[in-house]
């Protein structure tokens, strides 16, 4: 036959659970439950359970801006580049020379 979920105490006249769960266990072995007795027609008030903790993960993204100064120098290099050319300059001279020449002829 299958165990129930909960077993009658006769020595106590109450119902615990098979686990354990919820009792104390006072001298000479005997167990009493954490909830009070009622009577047949009332609630059982029992502690309040803890139950296992939960996790959520929320995952949040934060943006920087982070400005950086860079500084940028520009360096200007003046090559100056002298071509030397030579150009003739040409000069002249020019000679007259003079010749008599007498032929010994007669008069006319």
């Avoid at 100056?80 to 000069?91: A, G, L, M, Q």
């Amino acid at each position: 036959m299958e165990q129930s979920k909960f077993e009658y105490n006769q020595e106590t006249s109450y119902e615990t659970g098979m686990s354990g769960a919820g009792m104390t266990t006072m001298g000479m072995g005997t167990s009493t439950p954490c909830c009070e007795m009622a009577m047949p027609s009332q609630t059982m008030m029992c502690p309040p359970i803890q139950e296992c903790p939960q996790e959520r993960v929320c995952h949040r993204y934060m943006n920087y801006e982070v400005p950086h100064i860079m500084p940028c120098n520009t360096r200007i290099i003046n090559h100056h580049i002298y071509r030397h050319t030579y150009t003739p300059c040409f000069t002249s001279c020019e000679e007259n020379v003079v010749s008599n020449v007498y032929d010994r002829k007669c008069c006319f």
